[in-house]
């Protein structure tokens, strides 16, 4: 079954510096894969998805990932990290084609020091 | 893409209460899928609802816990019966549009429920 792992619940950065939180899947299939970030006391709202097009994906706030079938990754990155990035973001992947549920990872919390 | 408003936002249960969640969407939806966060942890699927057929249940979850109904395309109730503690937890309804695997899925703000 396809599955996803976020390496590292909690991840701290200083205010403009490099955000990566890790993701890696698990597929026999080439999947689609998204990050969503969940903000205090809100819903989750899309950040970006791979789809084969393209293997460096661009995302709002600054924010991309780059699909490596080799690493069977789909680590987030952003140059300089902001305040108001401060969140939960959680990796997904689906499998199978169609109007299908996605299978999230753990998540991964993002804290940004002044 | 689909807007979704859930009732309610967050509600305080008595165990052993029972308590329904309502999922409207802004436009016509085959599926409608249930999603649970306990505290502190990631979304777990609860179930899938098409509309005109009986709820998909996932592994650890039963129709006699959390009864579904989907009465249209645009509705779906999620009821969460005979609750205990362990059921407090923040509970969210999420549609896709289209048919292809990379279609994004919106969810709702969720409805966060203690139950004391």
């Known amino acids: 079954a396809q599955s996803v792992t976020q390496l590292g619940s909690h991840v701290s950065v200083s205010e403009g510096a490099l955000v990566l939180l890790r993701c890696n899947y698990s597929?026999?299939?080439?999947?689609?894969l998204f990050w969503y970030v969940q903000y205090p006391n809100q819903g989750l709202q899309l950040l970006l998805k791979y789809t084969s097009a393209a293997t460096l994906v661009k995302g709002i706030n600054g924010f991309e990932a780059e699909f490596k079938k080799s690493e069977t990754s789909f680590h987030l990155t952003k140059p300089s990290a902001h305040m108001s990035d401060a969140a939960e973001y959680f990796c997904a992947v689906r499998v199978n084609s169609g109007n299908t549920p996605l299978v999230f990872g753990k998540g991964t919390r993002l804290s940004v020091i002044a | 893409s689909a807007v979704i408003s859930q009732k309610p936002s967050r509600d305080i249960c008595q165990r052993g209460t029972s308590l329904t969640i309502q999922c409207q969407v802004d436009?016509?939806?085959?599926?409608m899928f249930w999603y649970r966060q306990q505290p502190g942890q990631s979304l777990t699927l609860i179930a899938t609802?098409?509309?005109?057929?009986?709820?998909?249940?996932e592994s650890g979850f039963v129709i006699d816990k959390f009864p579904i109904s989907r009465p249209n395309l645009t509705f779906s109730t999620l009821t969460v019966s005979n609750m205990s503690p362990e059921d407090s937890s923040i509970y969210l309804c999420s549609v896709g549009a289209g048919r292809s695997g990379a279609n994004v899925l919106t969810f709702g703000a969720g409805s966060r429920l203690t139950v004391l």
């Open positions: 597929s026999s299939v080439p999947p689609y």
């Open positions: 609802a098409n509309q005109g057929s009986e709820a998909t249940y």
């Open positions: 436009s016509q939806v085959t599926m």
